[in-house]
């Protein structure tokens, strides 16, 4: 897929239409994993010193079956630092295929709600909500996404996102 088809060139292009003047960064790594994440951040808020960090993490944490103390660990560090440096945090949430059994994908779902309350942030639960049913809209590997389905991601990511982008004018 062409970066131009994801969401996150699709976001800049939606800001753009609204008006709203933000520049957006996509610092992902494919393949990333939240230690990964840990390690890259610092460097990353340095850099760019965003106002906003949308934090999807930890997908390829749980498809590797890594601890969920050490997933939920890592997202925590992240958002801490976030927050430290003056920024917002979207927190986006993931789940898991059933073959990971009851337990362990329960607990992965639930790590993200302990992160996003342990430090009051928004949750989005789960970006691709919607897209996974159908299969049209996944790749061959059944877990990431089409070109197609990366309105329907912005979609389900845009009112929290925009929550956030747009000052609420009733508070004095």
Do not use: K, M, R, W
């Given at each position: 897929m062409d970066q131009e088809q994801g969401w996150v060139h699709l976001l800049t292009e939606r800001l753009a239409t609204k008006t709203l003047d933000y520049q957006v960064i996509n610092a992902?790594?494919?393949?990333e994993t939240t230690g990964g994440g840990v390690a890259r951040l610092p460097k990353t808020l340095q850099i760019h010193q965003p106002d906003l960090?949308?934090?999807?993490?930890?997908g390829n944490d749980g498809l590797r079956g890594y601890p969920i103390d050490r997933i939920r660990n890592n997202l925590s560090t992240m958002v801490e630092s976030i927050l430290l440096s003056g920024a917002d945090v979207?927190?986006?949430g993931m789940v898991l295929p059933p073959n990971y059994g009851r337990r362990y994908t329960s607990a992965f779902e639930q790590l993200f709600v302990l992160v996003a309350t342990r430090f009051n942030v928004p949750l989005l639960p789960f970006l691709l909500e919607g897209v996974t049913t159908g299969e049209a809209l996944l790749q061959r590997d059944g877990i990431?996404?089409?070109?197609?389905?990366?309105?329907?991601?912005?979609d389900d990511l845009w009112p929290q996102l925009e929550d956030l982008l747009t000052p609420?004018?009733?508070?004095?």
């Open positions: 992902s790594v494919s393949g960090v949308v934090l999807e993490l930890g979207l927190l986006v990431h996404p089409t070109a197609e389905a990366q309105v329907l991601l912005l609420d004018d009733s508070v004095n």
